[in-house]
């Protein structure tokens, strides 16, 4: 059985976890248990993360405490003490921020993370001014650098070389984590991460009084999510999918062309996760059933021969005139840049999240280098001191 003729045999409703779902298991999934546990393991120290590589190294325990964290981050920051505090936390580190790959919003809200917590930083953003113009292979480039700072996040547009760096780093005597801000088509775990924060931010402002630092639940039960545009290209809907099917009751839609539909590896692991699913080839009659829509633009960069320009991509553009059919509390996320695909008389809308979805990113990204440097116990312990009450 090929992978198209297990995929030709499933419905395009609702999709359940069958025989369908073990067929394409043993197609793409062929490392064993001990294998993925080998794997994960190599990117952890002492049953914590260490190396932040893949978006399926966080648990819903991990996820949950890395949001309370950003929120606890936020509040601290939102005084000049509290400023003043955080900015010793990390004052004896250094980050190289390693972006060889085109990046605004990520670049920026890790420097914005950095500074957050004291940590300085320096970046490496064009290869042509370093000394791999003289032969320098980029392995021993990432080997030098690693002798300077006390981590690396980098944006890299091979898929899987974040992860091919974390084995590098574990296999020398000064081993520091890497942090992956985006690598090829594959992986953007720290992207997931602030998206995912967001949606626990709207699922759960109007659902609880219980303040997101002390929450504790799921809130995506019962919860539509919709994810729309060019799918098979854009990595933020691959990470966050893999977060997402860490919680039962949450539903996803995928409407995309069908030409940049959803790749089956990520079926393959929403299925064999449990986690019911459609797919979509037009997005305006599916409007009034979502709780959120990630709207995600063209991935033309990634053409071999301008194949893009073929493509009916209007379809699937969010506009002014359909919101009139949104749910009210309907949360609206792009990973941004935008083009045609989200009106900007959206904007102005109480769904639009996507400018706070940017502001999150600097919280979640400074949590998490609290995190991997040990130091979120001590704000935990500060905001609990001086801001709970």
Same mark, same amino acid.
């Given at each position: ?7 030709s ?6 999709? *359940?976890?069958?025989?369908? &779902? ?7 999934d062929?490392?064993?248990?001990a294998?993925?546990?080998a ?11 260490? $190396?932040?590589v ?5 648990d ?7 949001c ?10 939102? =005084? ?6 955080l900015?010793t ?18 670049? &920026? ?44 996040i ?5 898929e ?16 520091? %984590?890497v ?8 992986? $953007?775990p ?5 998206d ?9 402002? =109007?659902n ?10 799921? %809130?995506?039960a ?20 893999y ?11 995928? &409407? ?11 079926l ?6 449990g986690?019911?699913?459609e797919?979509?080839?037009e997005?305006?009659? =599916? ?6 829509i990630y ?6 960069? *990634?053409?071999?021969?301008?194949e893009?320009k ?9 506009t ?6 949104f ?5 609206i996320? =792009?990973?941004? %840049?935008?083009?045609h695909?989200?009106d ?6 109480p769904?639009?999240k996507?400018w ?7 919280w ?13 116990g001590?704000?935990?312990? $500060?905001?609990r ?5």
């Amino acid at each position: 059985m090929t992978i198209q003729s297990a995929l030709s045999g499933r419905s395009k409703r609702w999709g *359940h976890p069958g025989a369908f &779902m073990q067929a394409v298991t043993n197609m793409l999934d062929p490392a064993t248990d001990a294998e993925k546990a080998a794997r994960f393991a190599s990117l952890s120290r002492d049953d914590r993360i260490f $190396h932040v590589v893949l978006a399926q190294q966080f648990d819903t325990q991990s996820i949950e405490e890395l949001c309370q964290l950003s929120e606890m981050i936020r509040k601290i920051a939102s =005084h000049r003490q509290g400023n003043l505090f955080l900015q010793t936390l990390l004052s004896d580190r250094r980050a190289m921020l390693y972006f060889i790959q085109p990046s605004t919003r990520t670049f &920026m809200s890790f420097t914005a993370a950095s500074q957050i917590l004291g940590m300085g930083y320096n970046s490496v953003r064009d290869p042509s001014t370093s000394s791999e113009t003289k032969g320098e292979t980029e392995d021993d480039t990432i080997r030098v650098l690693s002798q300077y700072f006390d981590v690396i996040i980098m944006r890299h547009p091979v898929e899987g070389f974040a992860e091919h760096v974390a084995d590098i780093l574990n296999g020398i005597p000064r081993t520091i %984590p890497v942090v992956n801000g985006g690598s090829g088509k594959d992986q $953007h775990p720290t992207q997931a991460l602030l998206d995912i924060y967001t949606l626990f931010k709207c699922f759960t402002e =109007h659902n609880t009084d219980t303040p997101l630092t002390e929450y504790s639940g799921n %809130p995506f039960a019962g919860k539509t999510v919709g994810f729309v545009g060019d799918l098979k290209r854009g990595r933020t809907v691959r990470s966050l999918t893999y977060l997402l099917c860490r919680y039962p009751g949450v539903r996803l839609m995928f &409407m995309s062309p069908p030409e940049l539909q959803i790749g089956p590896d990520i079926l393959e692991y929403v299925q064999r996760n449990g986690i019911e699913y459609e797919i979509c080839d037009e997005l305006e009659s =599916h409007i009034g059933e979502l709780d959120a829509i990630y709207v995600t633009r063209l991935q033309d960069e *990634h053409d071999v021969n301008g194949e893009s320009k073929s493509i009916d991509y209007y379809k699937f553009a969010l506009t002014h005139e359909m919101a009139g059919r949104f749910k009210a509390d309907l949360a609206i996320l =792009h990973p941004l %840049p935008r083009r045609h695909e989200l009106d900007p008389r959206l904007d102005a809308l109480p769904q639009a999240k996507y400018w706070g979805q940017v502001r999150n990113g600097m919280w979640m990204r400074s949590a998490l280098m609290a995190y991997i440097f040990r130091v979120d116990g001590t704000i935990r312990d $500060h905001y609990r001191n001086y801001y709970a009450f």
